[in-house]
């Protein structure tokens, strides 16, 4: 069983930065492709950004693309999320993901274990 906790959400003005955390406990950890998600309220979970269990290979939603970088450190059981040039749109809490299915999903389903959130709000 894997128990994962982010960390890292606050307020931020738009255009800033922020840097999210996301630590696991278990041994099984760099067997996991893990996934950033984020909900808005009213809204559908929706896929920010993934990566493979080796970090090999990385996948981002189109409209984070070019400002978020998922990464991951397996000897400290430890996937970040840095944001930047951050957009009031970008408001959400925000969910680590980790999946033993091979590969990136984009899609909820594809994930076994989740964290509580972290919230994310950029003011305009």
């Known amino acids: 069983q894997v128990q994962l906790v982010e960390s890292g959400g606050g307020l931020v003005q738009a255009g800033g930065s922020l840097r999210l955390s996301c630590v696991a406990s278990?041994?099984?950890?760099?067997?996991?492709?893990m996934g950033w998600f984020r909900q808005a309220p009213g809204k559908e979970r929706q896929f920010v950004a993934g990566?493979?269990?080796?970090?090999?290979?990385?996948d981002y939603s189109d409209p984070v693309k070019g400002r978020f970088t998922i990464s991951r450190d397996n000897a400290k059981n430890t996937v970040s999320l840095q944001m930047n040039s951050l957009k009031p749109e970008d408001t959400a809490t925000y969910y680590c993901?980790?999946?033993?299915?091979?590969?990136?999903?984009?899609?909820?389903?594809?994930?076994?274990?989740w964290g509580q959130g972290t919230q994310v709000t950029v003011s305009s």
């Open positions: 990566i493979t269990s080796s970090g090999g290979r990385t």
């Open positions: 993901a980790g999946g033993t299915s091979a590969g990136v999903w984009r899609t909820p389903r594809g994930y076994d274990h």
């Open positions: 278990g041994r099984t950890f760099s067997s996991y492709a």
